[in-house]
């Protein structure tokens, strides 16, 4: 059985269909948003992003990837949006991929990336004060090379249902 890391956007379904993953496949479930916020003892993510600021917070999720990695005690692991862009997140992902690993891609168009920020404000505040079009925009610019660079495949999202993903992934890869 093989083991998953989920990159992408916000909203792409990484924390959904990661949940659809380890189901199917009878593994464990890390939502690295919740060991981060765990850590800086806060109750959600962005959250901590607000009180620590973004380097701060980036380090403690570098931290916490490699702490995921390291004890290997679950099989799908759903990175935040920005993580691959934490300082040493880039080696620790492609060690990863060398021990196994499978990273996996989230993609869906921004237009209904920004309309799944939109429904849920609480849960997905804008990073930057940004309308969620312009900051996806911004933010796609700025990461998705990086995240090509680290998939090994790439997954739409935009239209399907996250148990319906999750099992192409796992017919697929798993």
């Keep these: 059985m093989h ?20 189901r199917l496949s009878g593994g464990t479930f890390l939502d690295l948003d919740d060991a981060v ?9 962005h959250d901590a992003f607000i009180s620590l ?24 692991i759903a990175l935040g949006g920005g993580t691959p862009t934490a300082p ?17 891609l ?9 309309q799944r920020i939109r429904q849920s404000p609480g849960t997905r505040p804008s990073l930057t004060g940004a309308a969620p079009d312009q900051e996806l ?3 796609r610019e700025r990461r998705w090379p990086l995240f090509e660079r680290l998939a090994d495949v790439t997954v739409a999202t935009g239209t399907s249902h996250p148990s319906e993903i999750a099992q192409g992934i796992v017919s697929t890869i798993g």
């Design 3 to 22: 083991r998953f890391i989920l990159i992408g956007l916000r909203a792409t379904g990484k924390s959904s269909v990661g949940r659809q993953i380890a």
């Design 37 to 45: 916020s765990a850590a800086a003892g806060s109750c959600s993510a």
């Design 53 to 76: 600021g973004e380097p701060a917070f980036r380090t403690l999720e570098a931290a916490a990837l490699a702490d995921a990695l390291r004890t290997a005690l679950h099989t799908v």
């Design 88 to 104: 040493g997140a880039v080696e620790l992902l492609e060690r990863a991929r060398t021990d196994g690993w499978k990273v996996i």
């Design 106 to 114: 989230l993609d869906a168009p921004d237009d209904v990336l920004a």
């Design 137 to 139: 925009a911004a933010i």
